[in-house]
């Protein structure tokens, strides 16, 4: 029979999941359960809305790194690299895969979000701010281009998490976790400095910061991450520190005022990712503007702490990017947003009814059903409308270098170059799994020499659009053995409509042939 409430009559699905999420019998499991469901909707969501595309070449370069192992690479430090190795050790290199481990890796971040919050929200206040962080846009839409941003999203959750209670309880273990996570940040991203920066200044500010420093835990967060991140250190020294050259390269600005504007349109931006949330908050709660300035600047020492630590790394972003007259955007707040529903919800005046819960829960569920269905259609309209960076040829154009190679010689192709976008779009779907040559910015492929060219020999192809890419590629090919040099043109045809065709061309560098020891 339908639970019936002698007020509200017969108790609906979203009701009733609402009353499975506040049991604190059940509403771990119905968590769980929840998030790969979530998991599993958004990345079929992804599969089909990018259906007339391939990946991202973002996406691809991580997949050039991870072919290369190291301690970093030359943009970015490794950890994105090696979750993907170890993922397609296991899964399929194919779109769909990309776009399931793309979004568990967001969802770990969600429920670390879930297992923190447990500590500073009630029963009805904790299960509505996971709710929330799932309308948030970094946690689905854009989560699904699995990058050095994405990647940040659950290590620094981990580390947020694992610093509070390590402050609070002050226990070795927690700490050295805590140090850990720390280190895996800055394995993913050096934007990571940031949060350590700021959960150093919760740290300090706190009014209990004597009984803090004045223990191991500290010492045993510095210790453990400075003995982690020493192999990256040492990698980094031996190769003149190269990601740092890229980072103030490609992020530089002489204008103050542009940088300035450029840092304010950043926190501006990050708070415009949590504007849904917030205003859920105070139409659900209607708090009073004294309950508002206590969730802003908690009056509690504990709440106090998760504020300093939410904001103080958004707000030193934005100081460090001007000082040092860095661009910077939004999305780079991506991973920023663990504590958003401890922020919002925690002040003792925030009442978050029973019957708003489900209704959040029922809008929390519809959005990923509704994109799905709609994500044909997407793909319909982004292939009408076109994709720059000839992202609807990667997989076509990759098919036609390895039909190239292959009638070539009996050898696996071992190298693909050509410009970035090209080169890391056309690799992810390259049969024999090669390594990158960037032709335009070749110390971003460090592990190709002229040995192992020689070696390996090397599919070479360009847009012939792309006069910069194709001055280079000539070039390059003029001092070495081709084998064959073809034209191919390129169209891709989704529900029977085709792009604009592109012309390619593709130059085959021979490789050593293998000695026959048998004659």
Not at 101 to 112: H, I, K, P, Q, S
Not at 357 to 382: C, D, E, F, K, N
Not at 428 to 440: A, E, N, W
Not at 453 to 462: I, K, P, S, T
Request: hydrophobic share 55%; with cysteine.
């Amino acid at each position: 029979m339908t639970p019936v409430d002698a007020k509200s009559g017969p108790r609906g699905p979203f009701m009733r999941l609402a009353d499975a999420l506040v049991d604190p019998a059940r509403r771990d499991r119905v968590v769980a359960v929840g998030l790969i469901a979530y998991v599993a909707v958004w990345a079929l969501y992804g599969a089909l809305a990018k259906g007339s595309q391939d990946i991202h070449f973002d996406m691809g370069e991580v997949i050039a790194w991870s072919r290369e192992p190291a301690w970093g690479t030359p943009k970015h430090p490794p950890l994105s690299a090696w979750l993907a190795k170890a993922w397609f050790s296991v899964f399929p290199l194919v779109d769909w895969a990309y776009y399931l481990f793309a979004m568990v890796v967001a969802t770990v971040g969600l429920w670390v979000a879930w297992v923190l919050s447990g500590r500073y929200l009630d029963d009805e206040r904790r299960p509505f701010g996971l709710a929330l962080l799932t309308l948030v846009p970094f946690y689905n839409f854009h989560a699904l281009k699995f990058n050095a941003n994405s990647v940040l999203i659950p290590v620094w959750a981990l580390t947020t998490l694992f610093f509070l209670r390590s402050f609070e309880s002050r226990r070795p273990g927690e700490a050295a976790l805590a140090g850990f996570f720390a280190a895996a940040a800055m394995y993913g991203k050096y934007w990571s400095i940031m949060l350590i920066a700021g959960l150093g200044i919760a740290a300090l500010t706190d009014r209990r910061r004597r009984a803090y420093f004045g223990s191991a835990a500290p010492w045993v967060t510095m210790a453990v991450g400075a003995v982690t991140l020493a192999p990256h250190l040492v990698w980094l020294s031996a190769n003149d520190f190269s990601p740092f050259g890229y980072a103030l390269a490609s992020h530089a600005a002489a204008d103050v005022w542009t940088v300035v504007a450029v840092a304010l349109g950043f926190l501006g931006g990050a708070v415009a990712y949590m504007a849904v949330p917030a205003a859920l908050v105070l139409m659900v709660a209607r708090p009073s503007l004294s309950t508002i300035a206590d969730a802003l600047w908690p009056r509690s020492v504990e709440r106090r702490l998760v504020a300093v630590a939410f904001w103080a790394p958004l707000l030193m972003a934005t100081l460090a990017a001007i000082a040092a007259r860095a661009l910077i955007v939004s999305l780079w707040a991506m991973p920023a947003l663990t504590l958003l529903p401890v922020v919002l919800l925690s002040a003792p005046g925030i009442v978050v009814p029973r019957a708003a819960l489900a209704r959040l829960l029922a809008i929390a569920v519809a959005l990923p059903i509704a994109a799905t269905l709609a994500a044909p259609g997407i793909a319909y309209v982004i292939h009408r409308n076109g994709v720059p960076n000839y992202a609807t040829h990667y997989r076509l154009l990759a098919a036609a270098i390895d039909r190239a190679w292959h009638e070539t010689t009996k050898q696996p192709l071992r190298l693909v170059g050509s410009y970035t976008n090209i080169v890391n779009g056309v690799v992810f779907y390259l049969v024999d799994r090669p390594s990158t040559y960037d032709v335009i910015g070749p110390s971003e492929t460090p592990w190709v020499d002229d040995a192992r060219v020689a070696r390996d020999g090397m599919a070479l192809v360009c847009p012939l659009k792309e006069a910069g890419c194709l001055r280079a590629v000539e070039a390059y090919a003029a001092a070495r053995p081709v084998a064959r040099r073809l034209e191919v043109e390129i169209s891709r045809s989704y529900f029977g409509v085709s792009d604009a065709p592109e012309r390619y061309l593709i130059i085959i560098i021979r490789p050593r042939e293998p000695i026959d020891l048998r004659h």
